[in-house]
């Protein structure tokens, strides 16, 4: 297992955390679903010293053409394009380097003109994790200078699009069942495009619907009960890959409506990541103890697939210092201990 700088644990909920601005502000600037331009001026100029410049050298320093950002062969060069699109993106945010957004431009380009791209016969899994290493792409390079006109408006159309698409259809293999995964994963792809794109539309018929979509997922997975400590009806595994995308789709619902918050409306889901991560620790598993908590479904990356960060951005406050220990312990300088 490949070692992330310790350090690394604090970047990615400091870059989430201080996303606190309105989503019109955020309209208004440029970027719209995470992050406003004084929030990513907030970012960089922690950048300066360290931890962050040390960790932002980390990350500088990986290449993609090495493995070093991770592809999934299951599914083709398209997971590598989202990744990428990703990674690129996040390094724009951090830096401004131009040459990082043009970077993500490309591999967004390559998502949306794939024919894959709101094909209502794909699997809908493989269409939400398009959806959104493509917004995420687009929407942390949204200021550069990269994108022209045309380009901006035609992927707002294919934003439009890919969410009238996931709505449409869960597409090939679609499962029956409220609490099955790919529930989430489909309608927070749908509610992401929504929100990314820039065509004018019915909330009540595109956005509310996934978003209401979600809240029906998390419900019967994790009941109603106050009680609820985040343990789902499905295996371990799939307590955190579907919140790579109602985490996503969620920290950008917030921005777009304050009132909506995905931990609030279903008790059991702030704690849906942590669960696994505070109580199996005791249970050994041949070279040491603990569950290797799903930070990003199986790849120690902070980067697109799997929760990754999100599980900072989503979690009660209080939870946030275990989080970083587990982090650390299996991902960061600590090694697998």
């Known amino acids: 297992m490949r070692n992330v700088p310790p350090s690394l644990a604090a970047l990615i909920p400091a870059l989430i955390l201080s996303a606190l601005t309105t989503a019109e502000q955020a ?67 951090l830096t401004g380097d131009e040459a990082h957004a043009a970077e993500a431009r490309q591999y967004v380009l390559n998502l949306t003109s794939a024919s894959q791209w709101a094909d209502n016969s794909y699997r809908s899994l493989g269409r939400s ?133 995905l931990t609030q409306e279903v008790h059991g889901a702030a704690y849906a990541m942590t669960s696994v991560m505070f109580a199996t620790i005791p249970i050994e598993r041949g070279n040491g103890l603990g569950l290797v908590p799903d930070f990003a479904n199986g790849h120690p990356h902070y980067r697109s697939e799997g929760t990754a960060g999100l599980s900072f951005a989503n979690i009660p406050v209080e939870h946030l210092p275990a989080a970083r220990w587990h982090y650390d312990r299996f991902f960061g300088s600590s090694g697998d201990q």
């Open 129 to 261: 994790m398009m959806v959104r290493g493509a917004a995420i792409g687009y929407d942390l390079t949204r200021g550069s200078d990269v994108w022209s006109d045309a380009e901006r408006a035609q992927i707002s159309l294919d934003f439009k699009a890919m969410g009238d698409s996931l709505l449409a259809s869960g597409g090939s293999g679609w499962p029956s069942g409220p609490a099955n995964n790919w529930r989430a994963v489909r309608y927070s792809g749908a509610g992401l495009a929504y929100l990314a794109t820039d065509e004018p539309i019915n909330p009540a018929q595109t956005i509310d619907v996934a978003y209401n979509q979600v809240v029906n997922y998390l419900t019967a997975n994790l009941t109603t009960s106050t009680d609820s400590a985040g343990w789902k009806a499905e295996p371990i595994n799939y307590n955190t890959y579907p919140a790579a995308f109602w985490g996503t789709f969620n920290q950008a619902m917030m921005r777009y409506d304050p009132q909506r918050d």
């Open 27 to 93: 309209r208004a600037d440029g970027p719209k679903l995470f992050f406003s331009t004084q929030d990513i001026a907030d970012i960089r100029s922690r950048l300066d010293h360290e931890p962050f410049q040390s960790m932002l050298d980390w990350m500088l320093s990986l290449d993609p053409a090495s493995g070093d950002v991770p592809s999934n062969p299951d599914r083709s060069e398209r997971y590598g394009w989202a990744y990428n699109a990703h990674h690129y993106a996040t390094l724009y945010l």
